[in-house]
């Protein structure tokens, strides 16, 4: 499967976001789809992830409220929406497959996840 991550851009604080990934390819999409982002001169961080199959959902607290995670099955594709952007948010979001099974937690690290696609920037600044 290869992911492909769009929807970033420039925004102001306070503006909503939707990031779109979309899994192509031969296979399936594997079975949780998570977020990570990439802020500025730190390490990549878990956000959200959701699985394939079930729908279920899981974020990092950090951003509990304002991002919400959903798929859309017959689209191969899924997405994160920011809420209410602030300049904190700023950073590479990255969306990333795994194939693997296991307890949320395990899949709030990037040790689960084979695949990855190559980011969109969110830049939130006035």
């Known amino acids: 499967v290869q992911l492909q991550a769009s929807g970033g851009g420039l925004v102001q604080p306070g503006d909503s976001l939707r990031l779109s990934c979309i899994a192509s390819g031969r296979g399936g999409t594997g079975s949780v789809l998570g977020w990570f982002r990439q802020r500025p001169g730190k390490g990549r961080e878990f956000v959200a992830h959701i699985r394939w199959s079930e729908g279920t959902r899981y974020y990092a607290d950090s951003v509990i409220g304002r991002f919400t995670i959903f798929r859309d099955t017959t689209k191969r594709t899924a997405y994160l929406k920011i809420d209410n952007l602030e300049p904190e948010d700023t950073a590479v979001y990255y969306c990333?497959?795994?194939?693997?099974?296991?307890?949320?937690?395990?899949?709030?690290?990037?040790?689960?996840?084979?695949?990855w696609g190559q980011g969109t920037q969110v830049t939130v600044s006035s």
């Open positions: 990333a497959a795994s194939t693997g099974y296991g307890e949320n937690t395990y899949f709030t690290t990037e040790r689960a996840y084979g695949t």
